[in-house]
């Protein structure tokens, strides 16, 4: 069977657990964790008894090309196939990596080889030209930004066989980041404990990963949307009393992520439910209920406001014109978002 030439890091482990393998593969991109995954799934195409025989994992700064591809032309012993894997193909130079096309011309049929190209971005035209040819597999790792890591969460709990409910998928985005190996931990220790098919709920978050389900970011931007001052106050207060666990940080980022989505949603000119999913990177409508509600406390000119207080706290916190507490100034900001009046300069 054809494998995706381009695929995902979950459709290519998929691929790899059903060995529909191609003869090379270039692992390259900015985010370490997924590179790192995948050559233990590399690895694992190898029974542990045929280690020794059939799989070699090469360093390139301490090898060149034409070593490796004397490697790649042997012929596995008493086994199916061999995995060829060369590490940290970053640290050399492009052109020695691209030499490998010379290979990739003809690449040995028992032979996978694994070039790994971790932290940058490969810059081997001819090999990537000679791989495409031979069905060769380039998989880019990319980082992870605010706007992609609800749908890797989203994805990684389909993977695991579990649902999760929108509080729940917002309270992990907010309180995890876009740290992908914790992500990926904690997702892991919930379905185990939670076990196939389950539903990820805020309690079972609250319980497991030890985040309030009262008091997070997902209930602050909640508050927010409806202009509660009362319920927005409890949170701040919250906050303050747990700075560990609550970084000002992370709570700026989420509220600069909603106001900028919501200023979005005001300005989109196709309003309909598809439109604005369109307009914001959405991939379900349950993603836009905040917006909606917020469209209905908030006008365009109050989310200018609001983003302009929001990055004023950015310059402050920093120590720039203000040496007051971070918690303190995150309060101010709270009563500058719940009274903004939308006068802005036009």
């Avoid at 032309?73 to 008493?78: D, F, I, K």
């Avoid at 309270?171 to 196939?196: C, F, H, Q, W």
């Avoid at 985040?211 to 508050?223: C, H, T």
């Avoid at 995150?330 to 036009?346: E, H, K, M, P, S």
């Amino acid at each position: 069977m054809a494998v995706n030439p381009t695929p995902t890091f979950l459709e290519l482990r998929q691929q790899l657990k059903k060995r529909e393998l191609a003869p090379i593969y270039l692992l390259h991109g900015e985010e370490g964790y997924y590179i790192d995954e995948l050559v233990k799934d590399f690895e694992a195409l190898v029974p542990e008894s045929e280690r020794d025989f059939n799989l070699y994992t090469m360093y390139a700064p301490e090898v060149n090309a034409d070593t490796v591809m004397d490697a790649c032309r042997r012929y596995p012993m008493m086994a199916e196939r061999q995995v060829v894997i060369v590490k940290e193909a970053q640290s050399v130079r492009a052109d020695e990596v691209n030499r490998l096309h010379l290979y990739a011309q003809r690449p040995t049929p028992t032979t996978v080889l694994v070039i790994c190209v971790r932290g940058a971005q490969a810059k081997a035209k001819n090999l990537l030209a000679e791989m495409k040819k031979v069905g060769g597999v380039v998989f880019e790792s990319k980082k992870l930004t605010e706007r992609t890591v609800g749908p890797v969460i989203n994805d990684l709990i389909k993977d695991k066989g579990l649902h999760i409910e929108a509080k729940g998928l917002t309270m992990l985005r907010d309180y995890i980041g876009t740290d992908l190996s914790r992500l990926y931990n904690e997702i892991n220790k919930l379905a185990i404990v939670l076990g196939p098919g389950a539903t990820v709920t805020p309690e079972s978050i609250e319980r497991n990963i030890g985040i309030s389900k009262d008091y997070n970011n997902f209930e602050l931007v909640d508050a927010l949307s409806v202009r509660d001052a009362a319920k927005a106050l409890r949170v701040i207060n919250y906050f303050r009393s747990n700075p560990r666990k609550n970084p000002t940080v992370m709570t700026v980022a989420s509220l600069f992520n909603y106001f900028s989505n919501l200023l979005i949603y005001q300005f989109c000119k196709d309003r309909t439910p598809a439109g604005y999913m369109v307009a914001l990177g959405f991939k379900g409508t349950w993603q836009l209920r905040n917006y909606e509600t917020g469209a209905r406390y908030y006008n365009a000119r109050q989310s200018i406001e609001i983003i302009s207080a929001i990055r004023e706290f950015d310059t402050r916190s920093k120590g720039i014109g203000s040496r007051q507490e971070e918690y303190d100034l995150l309060q101010d900001l709270i009563f500058r978002i719940l009274t903004a009046a939308g006068n802005i300069a036009v």
